[in-house]
């Protein structure tokens, strides 16, 4: 099954671009990246999903190299809203449909 | 609006009891979720149902159990098996094959 390995935390300050990246070695060929937000308390939400190369959004941009080993979300000019936990997830589909979140990436935005 | 919904919001039980945990969606989706977090922790993966009357084992099912009688819902049992249940329990639907999942605002349970 695809693994995904992110950083624990990471720190920025408002006004920033930050970039997170998420390493998935094992990706299969038709799956996708599909990055979510979770605040405390609440269910992630849908930020951006991407299969090669780049995606935009209003919210973010995800970079996904060629060979599709890693993926990088980025957050322009972050606020301090923005602090959240931030998950990548390899939609498996050829595994039935098993979606398995990694550890996820705490975001926290400094003024 | 379209949504998922979860209830109860917050839940208490005394060791021993069993609970069950609702989830509704009127998203139209075929596939549902039961997810389960704990503190500073990320998601794991209970059950999953892509299909109504046919559900899959996640990673830690052990303790929990689900059913699917409707597209609409997928209703979650936390048994007195379940030797630590106090967690924040996360619903989820989506279409096959997206990755795209739409959370409700989940349920977190409490036993004294």
């Known amino acids: 099954l695809a693994k995904t390995t992110q950083p624990i935390s990471m720190d920025s300050y408002e006004g920033q671009e930050v970039n997170i990246t998420c390493s998935h070695n094992?990706?299969?060929?038709?799956?996708?990246i599909t990055w979510y937000q979770q605040f405390p308390s609440q269910g992630p939400r849908f930020i951006i999903q991407?299969?090669?190369t780049k995606v935009t959004n209003e919210v973010a941009s995800l970079f996904i190299p060629a060979d599709r080993k890693s993926s990088t979300l980025s957050l322009p000019r972050v606020s301090l809203s923005d602090t959240a936990v931030y998950y990548c997830?390899?939609?498996?589909?050829?595994?039935?449909?098993?979606?398995?979140f990694g550890q996820g990436t705490e975001l926290s935005v400094k003024p | 609006d379209g949504g998922i919904t979860q209830s109860p919001k917050y839940l208490f039980r005394k060791e021993g009891q069993n609970v069950t945990l609702s989830c509704e969606q009127n998203?139209?989706?075929?596939?549902m979720y039961w997810y389960r977090q704990d503190p500073g922790q990320g998601l794991r993966l209970i059950y999953y149902?892509?299909?109504?009357?046919?559900?899959q084992k996640g990673d830690i099912a052990e303790g929990y159990s689900v059913s699917r009688e409707k597209k609409e819902s997928f209703p979650l049992t936390v048994t007195s098996a379940q030797k630590n249940p106090t967690a924040f329990y996360l619903c989820?639907?989506?279409?096959?094959?997206?990755?795209?999942?739409?959370f409700g605002e989940g349920s977190r349970l409490t036993v004294l």
């Open positions: 989820a639907s989506g279409r096959q094959g997206s990755g795209e999942l739409f």
């Open positions: 094992n990706i299969a060929t038709n799956d996708y």
């Open positions: 991407g299969y090669k």
């Open positions: 997830l390899v939609d498996l589909y050829n595994q039935g449909g098993k979606l398995i």
């Open positions: 998203l139209n989706h075929d596939a």
């Open positions: 149902s892509q299909i109504v009357n046919d559900f």
